[in-house]
């Protein structure tokens, strides 16, 4: 499997997740008991998403920014801009996490779902404008030394 490959099967993983996410949401919606468990997806969060998006912007987005032509620049510059938005209401959402661990309330349910529900959105999107508009362009463009060196980067980043 090659590295871009494992960058999809990432967004697989994540896509997995956001839907158990999914059903968690609805859950809470009607059973308040679950709320105690809801800090475990914001661990998830800070763990795997922040991680994946700081991995691309260090290793897989500066090569392939190198090798795409200009006119095949925007939607990297697209992607990567979309990172910022989501880590702010990650960042949100783990924030709402520590203060219903304090106060539970009826209201801070309802903000939990409506953001959850944002970040499944915005992720899903994210994850699919990757895989179906940045990698097959990158794809296109990278050659073997650059698979190689994305290769090296990657294992070197994971300190495999």
Do not use: C
């Amino acid at each position: 499997m090659d590295v871009i490959e494992r960058f999809i099967a990432q967004h697989k993983a994540v896509k997995e997740r956001l839907d158990i996410l999914e059903k968690i949401t609805k859950m809470i919606d009607s059973d308040t008991s679950i709320w105690d468990n809801v800090h475990k997806m914001s661990g998830f969060f800070d763990k795997e998403v922040k991680e994946h998006f700081h991995l691309e912007e260090e290793v897989l987005f500066p090569i392939i920014r190198r090798k795409l032509p200009s006119d095949k620049q925007k939607i990297l510059t697209e992607i990567e801009a979309e990172h910022k938005p989501i880590l702010k209401k990650l960042d949100e959402f783990k924030e709402m996490s520590a203060k219903h661990k304090k106060l539970s309330s009826r209201i801070s349910r309802e903000n939990f779902i409506k953001i959850s529900m944002d970040i499944i959105e915005s992720m899903i999107t994210h994850a699919n404008k990757e895989d179906e508009k940045l990698f097959p362009i990158a794809k296109e463009f990278l050659d073997f030394e650059n698979y190689k060196e994305l290769e090296q980067l990657y294992f070197k980043y994971l300190n495999i």
